[in-house]
């Protein structure tokens, strides 16, 4: 057969009548042919805009695949409107507004196509069309990979979309194709969108990957099947679900996602069975709005790369978990919003780095028979309206099992904490809750920490081997008669039963109603708000003209002595006031101390402390100095419990809180220092003449955690500034070491020690009163090194310090 001719073998009923002729022109083999006939064509490029109108074969020559180029200049290249079958074919359009490849009617079998073109799309099928395309493949980087619209089907086996610059395959106005082993990849779009109601999509096996886009998009009441399918290596969300879109996915894989794996939004509903979730950079599932709702069946979500919870259900959404294991994630569940819920059943939440269940803002949570192990937090209902229950769960190894704050009410029923670092269960900041028949066993904490206002009920828990005390409640609790604001506790039972020989608690404080006879049947004593540590004897109070005259001793600082002369001074007329039968003004003792390190903060903070306490204002007057590191854990719940614990140890005295605004840094992102002062500022209010805070720090640090923090600096009267010292000061310091030490500054030591400070940077490493310390330090080695080489020293030269004893400048 020449190059360029087309061959038509013309078929009819009997052998007879079967005859071969050839044509120049596909055009003209094609009006020739009836339906049957079979055309082969010779290899070559035709630039023929073909219309298949009858059942014919189309195809090129065997064994030499690829050899017919079909690449009209504009226009489609090949539009299919019959049960025809074309094989073997290499079609290239170059049309932006036409497909490249039409099937307008008909069942045709298309198979072994390559489809390269810079079209609209690459195959597009419409209408009554119900094409079955096998081992195609389309490259199609200007427009859509596959197209099925207006109510078309088919079925595409073992096709590949190599690129496409919009979606990989389209389906909209009621069109449903089935696609099977297919692979999508390379395309600037979603991989598969699918959109308009009654548009549908069955997939099974199918590849989906490489996408500048969603894997998987479907929208507007669309609905979609996908079996044994993979999405992965996505640029956005691997699915997308928006509008009343209807998702079911079995045996699927979607892994290696930058944002959300999953993504659901206005009422869409999406089925999981025997699905992974994995390698994702913000949610595994992200679930949004009334009515939106995923059931996930034996599925396993995690290796979360992110920093982001591996379930999100907000703004009323709903999430059902059966069966289902979520692992090494930063936080495993979190449900946010009024009506938003998430019901957890025979599931595995474990190695999450914060809290496995998170519930805040109204929202719900029921777990059944679920177990949480290697979390920081195992569940945490977070406040007002917040609740739910679990029911029959195990918590292991986690830093506390439960968390309840801010006036969440959960019920806890028939659940097991085992082992954890902190707390068994903990209620703060007014949480309630209900907990029956509940277990702590080995706490390196407490089993139960209850908070001060914590309306708590617990029947029938107990607690084992827990090393701060099973029990651990502020005052005000009942046993069962609903008085007092603290918890109400019945036929509850520890371990501590049995080896403590203190008196029972009063009944206005706690007991515990007998369950059957001979069981352990009462609640541990009230243990101390802090740990019962053997404390050093008080030393005695010094009166506040004792204090005071130390603090004029300090070297400098005279803003610093007349801001707290000032401060003492309204305290004292106000008690006086008082005690004359008169209103005394309120002075707000929290203090802000800004200024560089070594200006003597700490110090000023200990001596306003004892100058408190000598005026009866505070009870002790003791100093407690914390930083970050001492306030923030390392996991969701700790931060707070950390804070308590330092709040209670300064209790009657001062909270010297150094370097405060690190607990609000500029880019805190997830940090938890906001943690630390949401709970300090709770305690401030809360215990407002317990404590007195002082925070402290740089000035313009200190003036931008002010800013961004208001309830933190409308606790606070005023703020006192520690100007750096001035170089005659910082001589007069070191004079002031060596008198103590009894050491002295022979002639010109003075001098140069002045020239020294005069001349010392002053950059942020400035350490003022510290550096004027570390300056004498050094001149006594210097000068160490320079008398040990005298064989007789005499006391002048045992204490006389020299210019020449002096560091070099750095």
């Given at each position: 057969m020449a190059q360029g001719t087309v061959q038509v073998t013309h078929t009819g009923t009997s052998r007879w009548r079967r005859r071969t002729g050839e044509y120049?022109?596909?055009?003209?083999?094609?009006?020739?042919?009836?339906?049957?006939?079979?055309?082969?064509?010779?290899?070559?490029?035709?630039?023929?805009?073909?219309?298949?109108?009858?059942?014919?074969?189309l195809r090129g020559p065997e064994g030499s695949v690829g050899s017919v180029r079909i690449a009209p200049v504009d226009g489609v290249p090949l539009t299919v409107r019959a049960s025809a079958v074309v094989q073997d074919l290499h079609v290239e359009g170059q049309d932006s507004a036409a497909p490249a490849l039409l099937v307008e009617d008909g069942a045709p079998e298309l198979a072994d196509l390559r489809i390269v073109t810079r079209s609209a799309a690459g195959i597009e099928v419409r209408g009554a069309a119900r094409p079955n395309v096998r081992r195609c493949t389309v490259d199609n980087p200007a427009g859509v990979g596959i197209a099925v619209l207006d109510g078309a089907g088919g079925v595409f086996e073992e096709c590949e979309i190599?690129?496409?610059?919009?979606?990989?395959?389209?389906?909209?106005?009621?069109?449903?194709?089935?696609?099977?082993?297919?692979?999508?990849?390379?395309?600037?779009?979603?991989?598969?969108?699918?959109?308009?109601?009654?548009?549908?999509?069955?997939?099974?096996?199918c590849e989906v990957y490489e996408i500048k886009g969603s894997g998987i998009q479907v929208t507007a009441r669309a609905s979609a099947h996908l079996t044994d399918c993979t999405v992965h290596r996505t640029s956005a969300d691997g699915v997308t679900l928006d509008t009343d879109a209807v998702l079911t996915l079995a045996d699927c894989d979607i892994h290696d996602i930058p944002e959300n794996a999953v993504d659901l939004r206005s009422r869409s509903v999406l089925t999981l069975t025997r699905s992974t979730?994995?390698?994702?950079?913000?949610?595994?599932?992200?679930?949004?709005?009334?009515?939106?709702?995923?059931?996930?069946?034996?599925?396993?979500?995690?290796?979360?790369?992110?920093?982001?919870?591996?379930?999100?259900?907000?703004?009323?959404?709903?999430?059902?978990?059966?069966?289902?294991?979520?692992?090494?994630v930063p936080d495993a569940i979190f449900v946010l919003d009024r009506g938003s819920r998430a019901d957890v059943v025979d599931s595995d939440l474990t190695q999450v780095r914060n809290t496995a269940v998170s519930v805040s803002d109204g929202a719900t949570a029921q777990l059944d028979d679920c177990r949480?192990?290697?979390?920081?937090?195992?569940?945490?209902?977070?406040?007002?309206?917040?609740?739910?229950?679990?029911?029959n769960c195990t918590i292991d190894t986690a830093q506390t099992g439960v968390i309840v704050t801010k006036g969440a009410d959960p019920t806890?029923?028939?659940?097991?904490?085992?082992?954890?670092?902190?707390?068994?269960?903990?209620?703060?900041?007014?949480?309630?809750?209900?907990?029956?028949?509940?277990?702590?066993?080995?706490s390196d904490g407490y089993g139960f920490h209850v908070m001060d206002g914590c309306r708590t009920t617990l029947t029938r828990c107990r607690t084992e081997r827990c090393a701060r005390g099973g029990y651990e409640f502020a005052e005000g609790g009942s046993h069962g008669d609903g008085q007092g604001t603290g918890p109400v506790v019945e036929d509850c039972t520890s371990d501590e039963s049995a080896l403590r020989t203190a008196t029972p608690p009063p009944p206005t404080v706690l007991t515990a109603a007998q369950s059957a006879p001979g069981l352990l049947g009462a609640v541990p004593a009230q243990r101390p708000a802090v740990p019962?540590?053997?404390?050093?004897?008080?030393?005695?109070?010094?009166?506040?003209?004792?204090?005071?005259?130390?603090?004029?001793?300090?070297?400098g600082l005279d803003s610093v002595k007349r801001e707290v002369r000032a401060l003492t001074d309204m305290i004292e007329v106000g008690r006086r006031r008082l005690e004359a039968g008169l209103k005394a003004a309120s002075v707000r003792r929290h203090l802000v101390f800004t200024g560089s390190p070594g200006t003597g903060k700490t110090t000023v903070a200990r001596l306003y402390g004892e100058i408190l306490a000598s005026l009866g204002v505070l009870e002790?007057?003791?100093?407690?100095?914390?930083?970050?590191?001492?306030?923030?854990?390392?996991?969701?719940?700790?931060?707070?419990?950390?804070?308590?614990?330092?709040?209670?140890?300064?209790?009657?005295?001062?909270?010297?809180?150094?370097?405060?605004?690190?607990?609000?840094?500029?880019?805190s992102g997830r940090d938890f220092g906001r943690e630390a002062i949401d709970t300090l500022v709770k305690l401030m209010e809360d215990h407002r003449d317990a404590v007195v805070v002082i925070v402290a720090g740089y000035t313009h640090e200190m003036e931008r955690f002010l800013t961004v923090n208001p309830g933190v600096a409308s606790r606070f009267s005023r703020t006192i500034t520690f100007s750096d010292y001035?170089?005659?000061?910082?001589?007069?310091?070191?004079?002031?070491?060596?008198?103590?030490?009894?050491?002295?500054?022979a002639e010109g030591t003075g001098e140069a020690l002045l020239k020294y400070f005069t001349e010392l940077p002053k950059g942020p490493a400035f350490g003022n009163g510290r550096t004027a310390r570390q300056t004498f330090e050094s001149m006594v080695e210097r000068h160490a090194g320079r008398v040990a080489q005298l064989a007789e020293p005499s006391t002048d030269d045992l204490t006389l310090l020299y210019p020449e004893d002096l560091p070099e400048l750095p």
């Open positions: 120049a022109s596909l055009t003209a083999a094609l009006e020739a042919a009836a339906d049957g006939d079979v055309l082969t064509v010779a290899p070559g490029t035709y630039r023929e805009n073909l219309v298949l109108h009858r059942a014919v074969t190599v690129s496409a610059g919009q979606s990989g395959v389209s389906v909209r106005d009621g069109a449903h194709p089935r696609l099977e082993r297919c692979r999508i990849h390379h395309s600037s779009g979603a991989g598969l969108s699918i959109t308009g109601e009654g548009s549908g999509l069955e997939a099974i096996g979730v994995r390698r994702f950079g913000r949610n595994g599932l992200s679930v949004w709005d009334p009515g939106t709702r995923v059931d996930a069946n034996q599925c396993e979500i995690h290796d979360s790369t992110g920093d982001y919870p591996a379930v999100w259900v907000s703004d009323g959404a709903t999430v059902i978990l059966d069966s289902c294991r979520v692992h090494d949480i192990r290697e979390a920081s937090t195992g569940a945490w209902f977070r406040d007002h309206g917040s609740g739910g229950t679990l029911n806890i029923e028939r659940c097991t904490v085992t082992s954890p670092a902190e707390a068994g269960f903990y209620v703060s900041a007014e949480g309630r809750g209900t907990f029956d028949s509940c277990r702590v066993t080995g019962a540590a053997v404390e050093a004897p008080a030393e005695p109070v010094r009166t506040s003209g004792a204090v005071l005259g130390e603090l004029d001793a300090l070297v002790r007057g003791h100093l407690v100095e914390v930083s970050r590191v001492d306030l923030v854990g390392e996991h969701i719940g700790s931060t707070a419990i950390r804070t308590q614990e330092a709040f209670e140890r300064a209790r009657g005295g001062v909270l010297f809180v150094d370097e405060a605004y690190a607990l609000s840094p500029e880019d001035e170089p005659a000061e910082l001589l007069r310091i070191v004079e002031q070491q060596a008198e103590e030490h009894e050491y002295s500054l």
